[in-house]
């Protein structure tokens, strides 16, 4: 019994020691732990990166809401027979005025978040600066394309479609552009070019719009140098 005593005062006593004084290569002393490094250059380029990857995020979630939108008023239209377009015209109308309203509010809240981008300093690179073309001619084709085929199955124009919100959109769509092409430098000439392309497209959506289209947007065009550009592709 004494030896067991004596046994275990000893493993006592070693387990306190090894708790009093832990070893000196188990514990950094406060010069390693000043002295570790972080990579800052990682840092510092993931901020710009992020940023860009921001710019492209909100435009292709705005797209996705806007073909939501777009989809409404396909299938809509897509339900209109021939026979029946004189019933439904005023319907058709009231529901596309409704839709592109709510899709001129997502642009608008887009245009706003790039400006709100533009305070930063952000640094798109030339593979973001495609991505983001890319999707913003995707936004624009999106929402011709569906007015189109309004125009079409109803046999009307844009004016008696829209009304004074044509002017509306057309207003934030300019918006969102110059507010990207200062993000984004050249984008405007970029899809302006892409948009010579489609041109017929444009003209026969803005029928009848045109002079007053071009006196909105004249002195922007001339600041950007693109106004013999628009003359061109519409000759």
Do not use: W
Not at 120 to 143: P, R, S, Y
């Amino acid at each position: 019994m004494r030896f067991i005593n004596l046994g275990l005062v000893a493993l006592s006593t070693i387990f306190a020691t090894s708790l009093a004084a832990p070893a000196a290569h188990d514990i950094a002393s406060p010069g390693e732990l000043v002295s570790a490094e972080v990579d800052v250059d990682v840092l510092d380029s993931r901020a710009p990166q992020q940023q860009q990857q921001v710019v492209l995020s909100k435009i292709q979630t705005t797209v996705v809401e806007v073909k939501k939108h777009t989809s409404v008023i396909n299938s809509t239209v897509a339900g209109v027979c021939g026979t029946c377009i004189a019933q439904k015209k005023e319907s058709v109308i009231a529901l596309v005025k409704g839709e592109v309203t709510i899709i001129v509010g997502l642009v608008h809240a887009l245009a706003g978040d790039v400006v709100g981008l533009l305070s930063g300093t952000v640094e798109v690179v030339e593979e973001e600066k495609q991505k983001i073309v890319a999707v913003v001619i995707e936004l624009i084709l999106e929402i011709a394309y569906t007015l189109k085929n309004v125009l079409k199955v109803l046999s009307i124009g844009i004016f008696e479609l829209l009304g004074p919100l044509v002017f509306v959109l057309l207003t934030v769509v300019g918006h969102l552009l110059c507010a990207l092409n200062v993000l984004v430098d050249g984008l405007l000439q970029l899809v302006f070019a892409f948009l010579g392309g489609v041109v017929g497209l444009l003209l026969e959506v803005l029928r009848g719009l045109l002079p007053t289209v071009l006196g909105l947007v004249g002195d922007v065009l001339d600041k950007l140098n693109l106004g013999g550009l628009i003359c061109g592709l519409l000759n």
